[in-house]
Each structure stands twice: as structure tokens, then as C-alpha cells.
């Protein structure tokens, strides 16, 4: 059934493909401004869960959370009690947008049906990038995607007699994996291909967490293309090739990223950006398409610092876009205007926070820039538990305009970034960053906060550089 066979009826249908943060996000604030008599809501959701936190996943790896159902912030029973029709183990295959439809399989039992709609929110979020390696495939290789996965790892955890660890690739993911299998008891090794840890970080930045993870016992070798994943007369993984070298493991951890998932959208012509996401206006609407919306990690968002596209799939952002999409789709209004980049991470007790441009990213766009690297400390430096920051800071020369900010250091470092995001949001110079007016005790921070230490230093740097 397609668009016309509904018109006039007086009730509508919304088809949300992906049941996580911004498709089930977009459904609920739809629901919310419109009842079932007004729009149907179907969702398809090809896993076993909706709305749960993958971002969550090494903690729960890791012990810290010890039940898999609190990732779970509602369940498909929840949703359906509010009159959203989730269809689990349910995958859209194809998107005919000309009639108005989608076409289903159910995964358990190969059944194929059509369904039509007036409204399309395509939330298919990312697929974890798999190198198309030798043995990639191999019992003792796991991603950490789903809920799924990481019940996947746990179990080969748990039933494993070995206890060395090999974890592919030094982001986000990478080193959070790596702390959740330290504190497992197994022995870690970090494989990654550029020479320092979180490439989202400078280099001098990333050295920093690499030197930290190695105090942790954590051995990181960058460098390290990945050539083959090494498996015994049982199949089963026993080692991972790397430049030359061969690194003895009983578990291999995935995280070299992701990208994201438009295979359908792609399919059906819908215009992709750079990153291969899907491109929309500030109303999360696709380009060029009145009844289609998308939103999560299978988009690209506007960079408010570079004035350009950019892929950054966050789960924050995704739940922004569902409540903006939702709005929308009910008839109401919301925009999301772009993003500065901000993301916070830990490994161990060494948090990493970066918000804004690189110096390569100033670079690529053409910007002018001072970058300044200042020491500090998360409290007063007499205070007990003070601990050691270190803030670096990007800024435009001539303006003194904030382009980006980095912060690496123990506890009370990470969420300091959050100053540098909302004063790129705002546009604001290093001279105004230097003069806010941030709240001050010895127990939180010293008389001069971290961030303002190194908004002070790039401004003496771009008044040099001018």
C-alpha cells in the first residue's frame, strides 16, 4: 500500500527504519505530539533491542555494569505500550520511494512483504568497518556494535583458557576495549596504524595517551598495519600478523571504526556526502526529498567550526536528531544546526577530551592558526588529588578565534572541554575564553581553570603571531 491509497483516510504512516537512538527517539517524539489516530508508527529493527547504549558496551564488557538490560533505556514492549509498532529481527531490504514504500524480510523465517508510507525516517545508523583481512573471520574475532556482540565477547571471555588479548586499532573504542580487557586480567596489546593512539587528537596530544597506556601495562604498538588474523589446526584465532610480527592472542577485539550504513540509500539515489552519510537540511529532512528524514550515524552533520560537512557518529547527536526529526514529522518545528566535534573518552584513570579542529583539519580548510600547549593541574595545586592536565588549544591568528581544543589528564580533565564546545558554538576568541567567568574552589580547580590557563597562552601567541 503506497502513499495515495492512504489519502484522505485522516490517519497517516510513519516507517522508521532502525530501532535505536534516533529512529526510536524520532518515533517516541512523534508519538508524543501525535496520537494513533492521527499517525501510525512502524518501526523495523533487523537486532533483538531498541533503544539501548552501544557506547555502553565496554563498560559492560569491562564488569563495570553488571546486567546487559541497563544499556536498555526502553524496551520494544515499552515502545509498543505507547502504540509504536516495533518489528524486530525485521531488515528493510530495499526503499521504493517513488510508490511510497519499503520491502521487509523476517530474518527468522525468510518472509518478504511490502509496506507503504507517507513519512520515511531512514536511521540505519553505522556498520563497524571490517578489514577484508585472512582470517578475519575466525571463533575469537569479535566487533563490540551490538548487544549482541558484546554478549558475543563476554561469553568467549568467560569460556576462554587463555588470557592475552589483541585489540585492532586505538580509537575510541579501541582503548576502551583495551581498559575493559585489562581489567579482565588478560594481557593487552593495542595494534594500530598510525604511530600514536586517537587520531582525532594531534600527535603530540596522542603521544601522551600513549605513554599512559603503557605505564598501565597496556602495550601499544603503532605502525602496525594488519596483514592476517593467525588461526590454529582448530580454526580457531592464535595469533594477529602485523608489520612483520606476529602478536600471540586468545581474543581479537575490533575497533579500527566506522562508516556509515547507507547501503539502502545509496540503492535508492538518495544524495550521499563525502563520508558516504546521508546529506539533509537543518530539518534532518533529506535533500531533495519532502517525506524522507534521516538521522544517527548514518548521516553527515554540518562542522560549525570548518563551515563543512562532516561524519560524526555520536549517540548524542543521534538522540538530537531523532527528537528534531520526530518534531517534524508531527507537524511541528525543530532544526539541528551542526556540531563542533566534542568527545570525551577514558582508558583507565587517563580521561581524553577533544572539541573543535585538529591542526591538520585547520590546515585542510585553509585556516591561519596558533596552537599552544599549557600544563596544569585539575585542582589547586596544595589541594590533596590534585593531578596533572594538559590543554592544548587551536586559534585563528589575526581574530584569535577558538578553532579546537584537546585535553588530556586524570580525573576532572575530560568534561573540561565542555567550556572550549560551548565557546566554539559560540564563536568566541581565546581573549574571551580567558576572561569567562568559570566558578573557582581549591577542591575543583585552581584560581586559573586549565582551559582559561591556555586560552591565556594563544592569546599572547596570536597577538606575537600579528
Known amino acids: 500500500m503506497g502513499r ?100 521487509t524480510r523476517d530474518l527468522e523465517s525468510g518472509a518478504e512483504a511490502w509496506t507503504g508510507y507517507d513519512r520515511l525516517v531512514l536511521a540505519t545508523g553505522a556498520r563497524p568497518v571490517r578489514p577484508p583481512l585472512p582470517g578475519i573471520d575466525a571463533p575469537g574475532v569479535h566487533g563490540v556494535q551490538t548487544l549482541d556482540d558484546g554478549q558475543a565477547l563476554i561469553d568467549r571471555l568467560d569460556g576462554s583458557p587463555g588470557r592475552r588479548a589483541v585489540v585492532v586499532g586505538a580509537g575510541y573504542i579501541g582503548v576502551e576495549m583495551a581498559e575493559a580487557l585489562l581489567g579482565r586480567g588478560y594481557e593487552v596489546t593495542v595494534l594500530n596504524r598510525g604511530e600514536q593512539p586517537m587520531s582525532t587528537l594531534d600527535p603530540d596530544m596522542g603521544e601522551l595517551v600513549r605513554a599512559a597506556m603503557d605505564g598501565m601495562g597496556i602495550t601499544t604498538v603503532g605502525g602496525a598495519e594488519v596483514t592476517e588474523v593467525l588461526t590454529g589446526p582448530d580454526g580457531d584465532v592464535r595469533a594477529v600478523a602485523a608489520g612483520g610480527a606476529e602478536y600471540p592472542a586468545d581474543v581479537v577485539v575490533l575497533g579500527v571504526g566506522v562508516e556509515p550504513e547507507t547501503t539502502l540509500a545509496r540503492a535508492a539515489g538518495l544524495p550521499l556526502g563525502a563520508y558516504g552519510g546521508l546529506l539533509t537540511d537543518l530539518a534532518m529532512r533529506v535533500r531533495g526529498r519532502e517525506e524522507v528524514w534521516a538521522g544517527g550515524d548514518c548521516v553527515e552533520v554540518l562542522d560549525l567550526v570548518s563551515g563543512r560537512e562532516r561524519y560524526v557518529p555520536l549517540g548524542t547527536h543521534a538522540n538530537k536528531h531523532g527528537q528534531v526529526i520526530g518534531a517534524n514529522v508531527a507537524g511541528g518545528y525543530g532544526t539541528f544546526p551542526g556540531v563542533v566535534g566534542t568527545a570525551v573518552s577514558k582508558v583507565c584513570s587517563l580521561e581524553i577530551a577533544r572539541t573543535g579542529l585538529r591542526e591538520r583539519d ?12 599549557a600544563e596544569s593541574t585539575s585542582r589547586a595545586g596544595y589541594y590533596p588529588g590534585a593531578a596533572p592536565m594538559t590543554v592544548k588549544m587551536i586559534a585563528e591568528r589575526r581574530t584569535g578565534r577558538l578553532l579546537g581544543t584537546q585535553i588530556v589528564g586524570r580525573e576532572g580533565a575530560g568534561k573540561r572541554v565542555d567550556i572550549a564546545a560551548v565557546a566554539l558554538t559560540a564563536g568566541m576568541t581565546v581573549e574571551r575564553v580567558a576572561a569567562l567567568d568559570l566558578g573557582y574552589a581549591p577542591p575543583f580547580s585552581p584560581v586559573w581553570d586549565p582551559v582559561q590557563v591556555a586560552a591565556r597562552k594563544a592569546v599572547a601567541a596570536v597577538r606575537e603571531a600579528d
Open 4 to 103: 495515495g491509497a492512504r489519502r484522505g483516510t485522516g490517519r497517516q504512516r510513519l516507517v522508521v527504519v532502525g530501532g535505536d537512538a534516533a529512529g526510536m527517539s524520532a518515533a517516541s517524539q512523534a508519538r508524543r505530539l501525535k496520537g494513533p489516530d492521527e499517525l501510525e508508527i512502524v518501526a523495523f529493527e533487523r537486532g533483538r533491542f531498541t533503544s539501548y547504549s552501544a557506547c555502553g558496551i565496554p563498560y559492560w564488557v569491562g564488569g563495570e555494569v553488571t546486567d546487559r538490560d541497563r544499556l536498555v533505556a526502553r524496551t520494544p514492549e515499552q515502545h509498543r505500550a505507547r502504540d509504536i509498532d516495533v518489528r524486530l529481527r525485521t531488515e528493510v531490504v530495499e526503499l521504493d520511494l517513488d510508490r511510497g514504500r519499503v520491502r
Open 362 to 373: 585547520a590546515r585542510e580548510v585553509g585556516l591561519r592558526y596558533v596552537a599552544v600547549t
